[in-house]
C-alpha cells in the first residue's frame, strides 16, 4: 500500500512506474500465450507476433491428444510430478522443522559448532555433490526412478533449517517451561506447541519445495531416461529438443506446456502470498497472548 503521505502527483509517478515495470515482468508471459495460439503455417515460417493475432485452440487439443501414451504422455507426467512435488514438500517440512527444533530448544554438547557445521554447507555448490550422489543411488539400484529426486529431500536442507530455527527462537521459553511441566516430552513439545506457532515457516517452505520441484529439469534430466517417468519440466525440455517429421519444432506445443507449467506457480503466489507476508520473527509471541 502506498504511503498515505504522498500527494496525488507523486502518487501518479509511482502507479506509472510500477504498471510500466509490472508490463515488463508480464511481456514474456504475454509473449508465450501468443505463441501458444500460433497456427502451425506460423510455426513454419516463426513469425510470431508478440500480441495474440490467432486464437488456434487446436494446438492444446493436439498436446492432449494422447495424454497417456505416446511421445507425449502428459498424463504421466503429471502424476510423476505431482508425486515427487507431494513427499518432497512432506520431506522438506518435515526433516527441517525436526532438525530445526534439535538446534533450537535441545541443549547439548557442541549444539552451536554442529549448527556452524550445517550452515557451512550451504557455500557448498550441488555441483560437487553431483557425481558422488548419482553413483550412490545407481548402485542403490534407484536408477531410472523417482526416489532419487525424493529421498534427499527427507534430509533437511540447510537454508529451511536456519529459516525454521529463526522462528523457533522467537517462541518464549515460557511456553516451554508450561509444557514440560504438563509432562510433555521433546516431540510433545515439538508437535502441540512448536509446529502450530511456526505455520508460516512451513507454508513458505512448502512454496519454496513447489516452486523447485515442479520446474526442476536437472534432477530429472540425470536420473531418469524413460520418457514415461518423466516430470513435466523434464517433458517440455524434451519436446522442446525434438522436431515434427517435417524437421521444423513446433513450438506452439513447447510453450502450451510452458504455460500450463507456470500457471500452478502464479496461482500458488496468490493463494500463497499471504503466508509470505507472515513471515515475522516475533511471530512466536502470539503465544503468549
Not at 501458444?36 to 510470431?48: G, M, V, Y
Not at 559448532?113 to 550452515?119: G, H, N, V
Not at 510452458?258 to 509471541?285: D, E, R
Request: charged share 10%; proline share 5%.
Amino acid at each position: 500500500m502506498l504511503d498515505k503521505h504522498l500527494n496525488l502527483p507523486k502518487k501518479i509517478v509511482v502507479y506509472i512506474l510500477l504498471c510500466f515495470f509490472g508490463f515488463i515482468l508480464f511481456a514474456p508471459f504475454l509473449y508465450m500465450i501468443s505463441i501458444s495460439l500460433a497456427s502451425p503455417e506460423t510455426n513454419i515460417i516463426q513469425n510470431f507476433t508478440f500480441f495474440p493475432k490467432e486464437f488456434y485452440w487446436k494446438n492444446f487439443i493436439e498436446l492432449f491428444s494422447n495424454i497417456f501414451g505416446g511421445s507425449r504422455p502428459i498424463g504421466l507426467w503429471f502424476l510423476n510430478t505431482m508425486f515427487v512435488v507431494i513427499l518432497s514438500i512432506i520431506g522438506q517440512i518435515f526433516s527441517s522443522s525436526l532438525v530445526a527444533y534439535g538446534f533450537a530448544q535441545m541443549k547439548y554438547k557442541h549444539k552451536n559448532k554442529y549448527f556452524l557445521l550445517l550452515l557451512a554447507t550451504m557455500m557448498l555448490p550441488a555441483q560437487i555433490t553431483l557425481i558422488p550422489v548419482f553413483v550412490i543411488f545407481r548402485n542403490l539400484g534407484l536408477y531410472n526412478t523417482l526416489w532419487p529426486l525424493i529421498i534427499p529431500q527427507f534430509f533437511a536442507s540447510a537454508y529451511n533449517v536456519f529459516f525454521t530455527r529463526q522462528f523457533m527462537t522467537a517462541i518464549p521459553g515460557s511456553l516451554y517451561e508450561a509444557a514440560e511441566m504438563d509432562g510433555l516430552n521433546n516431540f510433545g513439545i515439538y508437535r502441540k506447541i512448536v509446529l502450530p506457532l511456526i505455520m508460516p515457516a512451513l507454508a513458505a517452505i512448502a512454496i519454496f519445495t513447489f516452486n523447485h520441484a515442479w520446474g526442476d529439469v536437472m534432477g530429472p534430466l540425470i536420473y531418469i531416461s524413460d520418457s514415461s517417468k518423466f516430470t513435466l519440466a523434464l517433458g517440455a525440455a524434451n519436446l522442446s529438443a525434438s522436431t515434427n517429421p517435417t524437421g521444423t519444432l513446433n513450438t506452439s506445443l513447447v510453450m502450451c506446456l510452458s504455460l500450463l507449467l507456470s500457471i500452478p506457480q502464479i496461482l500458488l503466489y496468490f493463494f500463497g502470498q499471504k503466508y509470505l507476508f507472515q513471515l515475522k520473527l516475533g511471530v512466536g509471541s502470539s503465544g503468549t497472548k
